[in-house]
């Protein structure tokens, strides 16, 4: 058979039977220090190739991500082997190694979170600060197709600003500051925080002075269980960039002009100026 046949039938049958190209996603650290990605795969979902890796100032790595993925990724700060075991202060996976195989991040950790190819055959993404924050993450689609395709994330760096009774304080070279901050749901184990009980429906749970401190610093974001309308993305067809600690004037500047109809804004600018005191040293919100 002529080979060029058999290619074209190859790719035929690939794209009937819904064997869609995987995705990338390209990771790229912003922050001044070293990060510690982690990706953890749903229930039913492929293993990705990596379950972490070290991610140093100013690198990107691209990561292919098989067709119907779903599954978490973010960022382990202040992270070292003691021992022979590898951990980290902030949002740590648990298994004593670089690679988190399949364990998931201990809260708080800011949570990028993806369903790719579901209804619609659309891709569906969030940036939640559900399970607290850690560090700045933006998310956006490389392409605008379908779905509308908007950036989210949370830009501004709240581990200063975090109100103090959730704030997770750290050393680090000999500096005390802010490292992450905890949601309501985890520092107070209280129903009415964690959406449980009595309060877990969308009617029951209404946000807290805790979650709107969370929402009014990033009004795309995730800030408590009910919280879908405003804070999940969907797009098609395209890969992705996730970017740690971006800075939030050139991301609102560069993506703000698309068009993407998200009613909120990807940065409030009456936010933008906290300062930036923590250890793990993301950049400051400054111009
Ligand atoms: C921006 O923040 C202020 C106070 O911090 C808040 O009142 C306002 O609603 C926020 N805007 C958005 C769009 O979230």
Known sequence: MDPHLLLFLLLSTSSLSGIESAATFKLTNLCRQTIWPGLLSGANTAQLPTTGFALRPGKSRAISIPSGWSGRIWGRTLCGTADGKFSCLTADCGSGKVECGGSGAKPPATLV??????ADGLDFYDVSLVDGYNLPMLVFPQKVTRGGCGATGCLIDLNGACPKELKVVARDKGRVGG?????????????RFCCADAYSTPETCSPSVYSLFFKYACPRSYSYAYDDKTSTYTCANTDYTIVFCPRPYTSQEVLGRRKDGA?????NKTSMYWPSRHPNGAFSSVR
Not at 113 to 118: A, K, P, Q, R
Not at 179 to 191: L, W
Request: hydrophobic share 40%; net charge negative.
């Open 113 to 118: 979170e993806f369903t790719l190819n579901g």
């Open 263 to 267: 009613s909120l804004p990807l940065v």
């Open 179 to 191: 490292v992450a901050c905890r949601s309501a749901c985890e520092a107070f184990g209280d129903p």
